[in-house]
Nanobody, 114 residues
Framework: QVQLVESGGGLVQPGGSLRLSCAAS????????MSWYRQAPGKERELVAT????????HYADSVKGRFTISRDNAEKTVYLQMNSLKPEDTAVYYC???????WGLGTQVTVSS
C-alpha cells in the first residue's frame, strides 16, 4: 500500500537549519510530483513547496522562498526539504504528499524557538 513517512523534525533555534525527509513506498515514485505542506496550530494546512517528477522544476510559497529547498532522489524514493534561516513562524507539523493529495504521511513536528 502507499506509504509516506516523514522524518527529520525537531526543536531548533531561530536562524537554525533542519532537513526533512519523506520516504515513499507502494507506488511508482518517479511519476509523481511531490509536495511539502505544513500546518501550524489553529491554522489551515498550507503548501510549502512542490517539485516535479524529475526534479527539474520547483515552486515555493512566498513565505519560504530563498530559505527552503525541495529536492528528490527517485532512486531512493525520497523527497527532502532543506530548511535554513528558520523563524518561529515556521513552527508547524510538516507533511509530504504526492500529486493529487490522495495520500499523506503522519507528519513531523518542527518547532523554532529560543
Amino acid at each position: 500500500q502507499v506509504q509516506l513517512v516523514e522524518s527529520g523534525g525537531g526543536l531548533v533555534q531561530p536562524g537554525g537549519s533542519l532537513r526533512l525527509s519523506c520516504a515513499a513506498s507502494g507506488f511508482t515514485f518517479s511519476i509523481y510530483a511531490m509536495s511539502w505542506y505544513r500546518q501550524a496550530p489553529g491554522k489551515e494546512r498550507e503548501l510549502v513547496a512542490t517539485i516535479t517528477r524529475a526534479g527539474g522544476s520547483t515552486h515555493y510559497a512566498d513565505s519560504v522562498k530563498g530559505r527552503f529547498t525541495i529536492s528528490r532522489d527517485n532512486a531512493e524514493k525520497t523527497v527532502y526539504l532543506q530548511m535554513n534561516s528558520l523563524k518561529p513562524e515556521d513552527t508547524a507539523v510538516y507533511y509530504c504528499t504526492r500529486r493529487g493529495g490522495d495520500y499523506w504521511g503522519l507528519g513531523t513536528q518542527v518547532t523554532v524557538s529560543s
